[in-house]
């Protein structure tokens, strides 16, 4: 299994506070993703990182920042949580490099709850 | 506009027997199709893929067939076995690109 942990695993947290979700890897890969997991939305990809302080937008990026400041570690913040944003968040990795298939590897995930 | 259309969000099979999950795409630029599985309170794990150039791809008891003309996959599983109840999501991509687009995944239930 590739080297992926997400940190918290649960979180329960108020309307209008800041939140920040961690993916760390051990694998090197050099893209990592963030995706939400709703019912009848399978994974949407949010943000996205190709590179260390190189990030990109997804589908649903509005209310999402994210930050990767080394390899292993990229970020995830919901600046002022909202009650829309309660989901399931999945971090994943790839070494894309040209292969032939961008094969993702996903991590836990983070169930949080904005209550 | 959904890229990718997984149109059965269930789907119940006995033991034994043949799962046939089916996801539809629009644009025929995509050209790499995976499918993973997910169980509850885990992450999604790659099963399977296939490239444009081919139509069929197998690897033990699961095959993926590629219909271009039809923008059309599926993933046969044969024997379907308990374990193989899960959510089933498959994904679409062009060649040289970071992203794939998921489609709302199916639930597979395998009743022994």
């Known amino acids: 299994d590739a080297g992926i942990t ?4 649960h979180k ?59 390899t ?33 590897f996903f991590g836990p995930g983070t169930r949080l709850t904005v209550l | 506009d959904q890229q990718v259309k997984q149109n059965s969000p269930s789907l119940s099979v006995q033991e034994g027997r043949i799962s046939i999950l089916n996801c539809d795409y629009t644009n025929s630029m995509f050209d790499y199709f ?19 150039i ?4 197998e690897d033990g008891r699961f095959t993926v067939f590629l219909n271009k003309s039809a923008k059309h996959l599926s993933l046969h599983i044969v024997p379907s076995q308990p374990g193989d109840s899960a959510v089933y999501f498959c994904a679409i991509t062009q060649g ?9 995944g199916t639930k597979l239930t395998v009743n022994p």
């Open chain 1, 6 to 9: 997400q940190s918290p695993r």
């Open chain 1, 12 to 70: 329960v947290t108020e309307t209008g506070t800041p939140v920040t979700l961690r993916c760390h890897q051990t694998e090197n890969h050099r893209y990592m993703y963030w995706y939400r997991q709703d019912p009848g939305h399978g994974l949407r990809l949010i943000h996205y990182s190709y590179g260390v302080k190189d990030t990109d937008k997804g589908e649903v990026s509005d209310g999402y920042s994210v930050s990767r400041s080394k």
């Open chain 1, 72 to 104: 292993e570690d990229f970020l995830l913040t919901l600046e002022s949580a909202t009650s829309s944003q309660t989901s399931v968040y999945f971090c994943a990795i790839s070494d894309f490099g040209g292969r032939e298939v961008n094969e993702q």
């Open chain 2, 34 to 52: 995976l499918w993973y599985k997910k169980y509850p309170a885990e992450g999604p794990t790659f099963l399977i893929s296939i490239s444009s």
């Open chain 2, 54 to 57: 081919k139509d069929k791809n």
């Open chain 2, 96 to 104: 040289g690109s970071e992203k794939l687009v998921f489609g709302k």
